[in-house]
Nanobody, 126 residues
Framework: VQLQASGGGLVQPGGSLRLSCAASGFTFRNHAMGWFRQAPGKEREFVAAISWSGGSTWYADSVRGRFTISRDNAQNTVYLQMNSLKPEDTAAYYC????????????????????WGQGTQVTVSS
């Protein structure tokens, strides 16, 4: 199983970034997917999740209305569109997958995630 995240970078407050996570080594369309983030000195926290079909999405209160999670099952890729970025969004962002046929809730807590990708750094600063 591989989850390859990309798209991070340095952006000014109010700016936008789009993260991508390319999956391989498992049947992507059968797994709920999510994004987490971890700032220096803090615990990894949930950001957004999407069901296997894309029909359901969940968001952390801190990003709801600014971030959008989506997926393309034909391309085995999950995305995180981040708008109106704030300095407090600065963190390493991690892609996550639930176990096969798991519900979306499985990718909303770190202890129930089945697979992790490597992080991509997002820095929001002027």
């Amino acid at each position: 199983v591989q989850l390859q995240a990309s798209g991070g970078g340095l952006v000014q407050p109010g700016g936008s970034l789009r993260l991508s996570c390319a999956a391989s080594g498992f049947t992507f369309r059968n797994h709920a997917m999510g994004w987490f983030r971890q700032a220096p000195g803090k615990e990894r926290e949930f950001v957004a999740a999407i069901s296997w079909s894309g029909g359901s999405t969940w968001y952390a209160d801190s990003v709801r209305g600014r971030f959008t999670i989506s997926r393309d099952n034909a391309q085995n890729t999950v995305y995180l569109q981040m708008n109106s970025l704030k300095p407090e969004d600065t963190a390493a962002y991690y892609c996550a997958a639930g176990s096969i046929d798991s519900p979306i809730v499985a990718v909303t807590t770190t202890r129930t995630v089945a697979y992790w990708g490597q992080g991509t750094q997002v820095t929001v600063s002027s």
